[in-house]
């Protein structure tokens, strides 16, 4: 698991000063959502990093922060606090 300040300073170093040419989304299975960003949205996710946060508040404080710089929303459905959430860019 990643801290919340460590994957914040990842995306930074990935997407500098673009964060409207990201996406960001939060999800418990980063293989299948990449995989649907790529076949079924026809995305390319040539540039895909995920992370694993340490709780479902510190990866939605993440995405909220970035969407707030500008970054495109990509969260799909209801995630449970329960389950492994994994903070994911591309």
Same mark, same amino acid.
């Given at each position: =698991? !990643? ?8 995306? +930074?170093?990935?997407? @500098?000063? $673009?964060? @409207?040419?990201? &996406?960001? @989304?939060? /999800? $418990?299975?980063?293989?299948? &959502?990449? &995989? *649907? %960003?790529?076949? #079924? ?5 040539? *540039? %895909?990093?995920? %992370? /694993? !946060?340490?709780?479902?508040?510190? !990866?939605?404080?993440? +995405?909220? *922060?970035?969407?707030?710089?500008? =970054?495109?929303?990509? #969260?799909? @459905?209801?995630?449970? !606090?329960?389950? /492994?959430?994994?903070? *994911?860019?591309?």
């Amino acid at each position: =698991m !990643a801290s919340k300040a460590s994957i914040i300073k990842a995306i +930074e170093s990935k997407g @500098g000063s $673009h964060c @409207g040419l990201w &996406r960001i @989304g939060l /999800t $418990h299975d980063p293989v299948e &959502r990449k &995989r *649907y %960003w790529k076949d #079924t949205k026809k995305q390319s996710v040539a *540039y %895909w990093s995920d %992370w /694993t !946060a340490d709780s479902l508040s510190d !990866a939605q404080d993440i +995405e909220s *922060y970035f969407i707030n710089k500008g =970054m495109k929303d990509g #969260t799909c @459905g209801d995630l449970s !606090a329960s389950k /492994t959430v994994y903070v *994911y860019v591309f």
